[in-house]
């Protein structure tokens, strides 16, 4: 359940700006269980995600930051999931945030804007080592 809380800020007409914040229990509540097999090759599986939220996975090391792999709404894949797959001998740190903003499909998966508002939740960086030029999983 999201909750509305008041900021202190003001808007150019003086009046207080409602924004939505999700509560300090529905953070605590989402939960990704990884799939068993090769690193990130299957998206996880989303627990307690509150049903106004949405889940994104960006990849902000990218050539173009922002590169979004995934877009999770209402068990739906809004955005279907692709693995991450950086350039051969490159890390590539891959976040997980959540945002109540709406969010739509983009026309490109490179150069994605954030919404204004959104919480990271987990990240991971792929591939886990590399060692000579060649990634081990």
């Known amino acids: ?7 202190r800020s003001r808007s150019r007409g003086g009046r207080r700006q409602n924004t939505p914040y999700p509560s300090k229990q529905s953070l605590k509540a989402v939960k990704l269980i990884r799939a068993a097999g ?8 989303v627990q307690n995600l509150p049903a106004n939220e949405t ?12 590169f979004i792999h995934w877009i999770y709404r209402n068990g ?17 740190h891959y976040i997980f945030y959540r945002t109540t903003a709406p969010v739509q499909a983009p026309k490109s998966r ?6 204004g508002h959104v919480i990271y939740v987990d990240e991971f960086i792929f591939p886990p080592t590399i060692s000579s030029g060649r990634a081990t999983v």
């Open 1 to 7: 359940m999201v909750k509305t809380r008041k900021r």
């Open 38 to 45: 090769p690193p990130a090759a299957q998206p996880p599986v």
């Open 55 to 66: 889940l994104l996975l960006v990849d902000p090391d990218a050539p173009q930051p922002h």
């Open 76 to 92: 739906r894949h809004i955005l279907p999931y692709m693995p991450p797959n950086p350039p051969p001998g490159q890390q590539h």
């Open 110 to 115: 490179a150069g994605f804007a954030l919404p």
